[in-house]
């Protein structure tokens, strides 16, 4: 029953994490683009916000800005914030219900460092809550005031951060710390600065005081912070279900390509809305970007090696992996007569060139790695073979559940 639990709280949890994501980064595009389309009106002078007329659903909508603030502030205002902390709070849980609870399978790789559940814990949560406060103090110090610098220094930190969680943990759980700490450090704007500057605004509003432009000028820097992460954050997450993406040693480099290329798409979109033209070299480094990624995925990943017939890497570690587990010889053979023709380095299955997933079941050692995977898809449910193509039968199934049992 904990399997079938386990892959459902994981299917609920990943499911509201999409869908809080998406309402987040929904609204941010969406005012970004207001912000970019305001024109000035009589009662709102250049720069000092302005106005937009939109159409959706059936109506019109006149939508004004001020900047700092209007001269009359009515009680009730509408907050965004909710998606942000939704879209973090689902995501840890995530984290903590796959790569935690779930750290033999998922965060620990014996072949890149043998660490215990808690020593891993600690290293995990540790780096997301380090990441968080070097990036705060970065914006806080002089520095701060010259965006360029900040960019550049936090595009570094973020492809060093990528580099050391590569050290420790399974490369898939690298990949996925490296966007939880770009995630944890956009949330943390909204929870940290963006919104209680917000609040600090309407309270000296509300008190008949001129609020103190600095708030509204550290809570931009941050949201632009937030704007050109977006797009490599979702890549991040998204990747981590495609081993050519994160089971290479170059991990780190194919992360740095996916800030570049998320951010060269951000600026063009920023400065189209902006009205200051079509960036189109943006579009040239992104796909330089992006074919550099796949050459590097291509001939450094064991599944890209593989499909271009090249010898294998050695040490790259598979993502998945465990403590060493006993394989019988009753489920070696059930495992090798039905699953290792298409889950091996070298397929024999006409039409599969590359193991599925990159689990792969041909060697006593990689069954014992994958038992958990191999239990649930098809022990417990009857996910693999495909369309039990390859027959296997009930009795077989029982085996395999037996052994996943322990027995
Ligand atoms: C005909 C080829 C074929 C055979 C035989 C086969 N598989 Fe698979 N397997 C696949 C494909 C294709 C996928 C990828 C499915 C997908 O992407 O949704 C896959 C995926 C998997 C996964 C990864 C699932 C995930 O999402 O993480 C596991 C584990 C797995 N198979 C185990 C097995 C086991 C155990 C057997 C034998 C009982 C088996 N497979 C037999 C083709 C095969």
Partial sequence: MEPILHEWGSLLLRWTHIIAGMAWIGSSFYFMHLDASLKATPDIPA??????????????YQVKKYLVAPSFLPEELGWHKWQSYATW?????????????????????????????????????????LGWIAYDQLCRSRLGNNPMAVGVIVFVGVVVAA???????????????????????????????IIPNQ??????????????????????LRSGHNNYFTLPVVFLMISNHYPLTYSTPYAYVIVALSLVVGTVIRYYYNERHAGRGDKAWCWLVAAVCIILAI????????????????????????????????????????????????HASEPLYEGIVIAPR????????????????IVVQAGLTHAMPPNNITELSQEDREVLKAWGAGK
């Fill in 358 to 373: 990159g689990v792969l079941l041909d060697t006593p050692e990689h069954i014992a790695r994958n038992r958990d995977l």
């Fill in 295 to 342: 050459a590097i995925s291509a001939t450094t990943t064991p599944m890209g090696r593989t499909a271009l017939g090249l010898p294998p890497l050695v040490s790259v570690a598979y993502a998945r992996s465990g403590p060493p587990v006993e394989v019988p010889d009753d489920v070696q053979n059930i495992v090798m007569g039905r699953c290792s023709m298409c």
């Fill in 89 to 129: 709070l689902t995501g840890f849980f995530l984290l903590i219900w796959l790569y935690y609870y779930k750290s033999s399978i998922y965060l620990i790789d014996p072949a890149v460092m043998n660490l215990k559940p808690f020593v891993a814990f600690v290293i995990g949560m540790g780096g997301l809550a």
């Fill in 47 to 60: 720069g000092k916000g302005g106005e937009a007329w939109e159409v959706h659903g059936g109506g019109f």
């Fill in 199 to 220: 609040h600090k605004v309407v309270a000296a509003l509300k008190a008949g005081q001129v609020p103190d432009p600095y708030y509204g000028k550290t809570a931009k």
């Fill in 163 to 193: 580099y050391l969680f590569q050290q420790v943990f399974s490369a898939r759980a690298a990949f996925i710390h490296t966007g939880a700490l770009m995630a944890t450090i956009m949330s943390g704007n909204v929870f940290f600065v």
